[in-house]
């Protein structure tokens, strides 16, 4: 795409666009990064501006500005994680290959948290975007240019394993949302290749989180080499590709793969595992039932202070979020999200910077069979490092 293809009436909008949105702090100030939202809204002014402010307040909770820097992933995903820049598609674009057939998520999601997976794609997704803003004339063919992204999605190896995995499946539906909302018209191919018979079934159960725009991107090939090494072809030149997959590119040591650029995946070794329940030494317990939620609170004395929780589950996730109370309302500050927290901690802290009551949200309602038991300890620590623990609170 380039903003030269817009015609007169959208070059306007994009225009009102600008004015309309002006109080926000962008992460790139260029005409490119506002038309990706309207390009996305079909250049209705209204829906592209609540999109973009949600974004933006995603990035803010999330810290995704400086993600590149401030985090560190786990080795493990690192290791087993099978993604990775490899070149350029014919329109200049950023070119990557997954491997998610030959990714143990099972393994994976057992050696780290959920979280830090989907803050690891996160941290990818960003560190291709920083790739075409240090280097503009490599991945722009015009400065009108709004760059996107091919993605060979290679399934070789995908089972049953892959479908039947509750947590893998809730990871991917999640990283697809995130994707959407916070990343639009970044793709512009999605080539998936060596789809084995049992791939429907796992597509069936992604489809309907996927955007229409981007299902269009998608093609999907079976295990017929020859017929997806030449429809790559068509958006990839050979130069920029691995033998692999079509082209001349090869490791120093000759392998076709590349696993220089994007690893082979693999099983992760049983020994990278959490390997035990979390110590419930010095913390409290709380039963969440079935269905329901429960609330803690926290009085916060002083702007400044910090509130640290410690918790895990004896089994399954939990609901997880931090508000504070205004009036009668619930004021959110750290979003709800669903916390995989039955084989490591989730520790977190947070600075208050406004005194109040401060609510602790523990949510099993979206559980209709099970209960749920927690270990907690939370303490709020004030500006002079007078802490206070959890156990001198009340349950609401």
């Not at 329109?91 to 998610?100: D, V």
């Not at 990714?103 to 050696?111: T, W």
């Not at 998608?218 to 790559?232: L, Q, S, Y």
Request: some cysteine; proline content about 5%; hydrophobic content about 40%.
């Amino acid at each position: 795409m380039d903003l030269n293809d817009f015609n007169e009436n959208q070059k306007k909008i994009l225009k009102q666009f600008r004015e309309v949105v002006k109080d926000c702090q962008l992460p790139n100030s260029e005409d490119a990064y506002l038309a990706r939202w309207l390009v996305a809204r079909d250049f209705d002014i209204p829906k592209a501006e609540k999109m973009l402010r949600s974004a933006l307040e995603w990035r803010r909770q999330f810290k995704i500005d400086s993600i590149l820097n401030d985090f560190k992933p786990p080795e493990v995903l690192l290791n087993y994680v099978s993604a990775g820049l490899v070149g350029r598609d014919k329109a200049q674009s950023p070119l990557w290959i997954t491997r998610y057939g030959r990714m143990d998520m099972k393994g994976i999601l057992r050696s780290a948290k959920k979280r830090d997976f989907v803050m690891y794609i996160a941290y990818l997704v960003e560190f291709s975007i920083s790739k075409v803003i240090e280097d503009p004339k490599k991945y722009k063919p015009s400065p009108d240019a709004i760059v996107q992204t091919t993605v060979i999605f290679d399934l070789e190896g995908l089972s049953m394993q892959h479908i039947t995995n509750r947590q893998a499946v809730d990871v991917a539906i999640k990283l697809i949302t995130l994707y959407e909302a916070n990343y639009p018209e970044y793709l512009s191919n999605i080539l998936v290749v060596n789809a084995p018979k049992v791939f429907p079934l796992l597509f069936a159960m992604l489809k309907p989180f996927i955007h229409e725009r981007t299902r269009n991107k998608i093609k999907i090939f079976g295990h017929d080499e020859k017929e997806w090494k030449t429809a790559i072809l068509e958006y990839v030149n050979v130069e920029e590709l691995p033998v692999a997959y079509g082209g001349t590119m090869t490791d120093p040591d000759g392998n076709p793969n590349c696993i220089k650029l994007v690893n082979m995946g693999g099983v992760v070794p049983k020994s990278c595992y959490f390997s035990c329940k979390p110590d419930i030494s010095n913390k409290k317990s709380l039963s969440i039932s079935r269905g329901s939620k429960e609330h803690l609170e926290f009085p916060v004395k002083e702007a400044g202070a910090v509130l640290k929780w410690d918790f895990h589950t004896e089994e399954s996730d939990i609901g997880f979020a931090v508000y504070r109370k205004q009036g009668n309302e619930l004021i959110a500050i750290v979003p709800s999200d669903r916390i995989d927290c039955d084989m490591s901690t989730e520790e977190g802290e947070l600075q208050c910077d406004e005194p109040g009551v401060y609510v602790i949200e523990f949510d099993n309602g979206f559980s209709y069979i099970r209960s749920k038991k927690i270990w907690y300890a939370i303490s709020v620590g004030s500006a002079s490092l007078v802490s206070q623990t959890s156990s001198d609170l009340d349950k609401i």
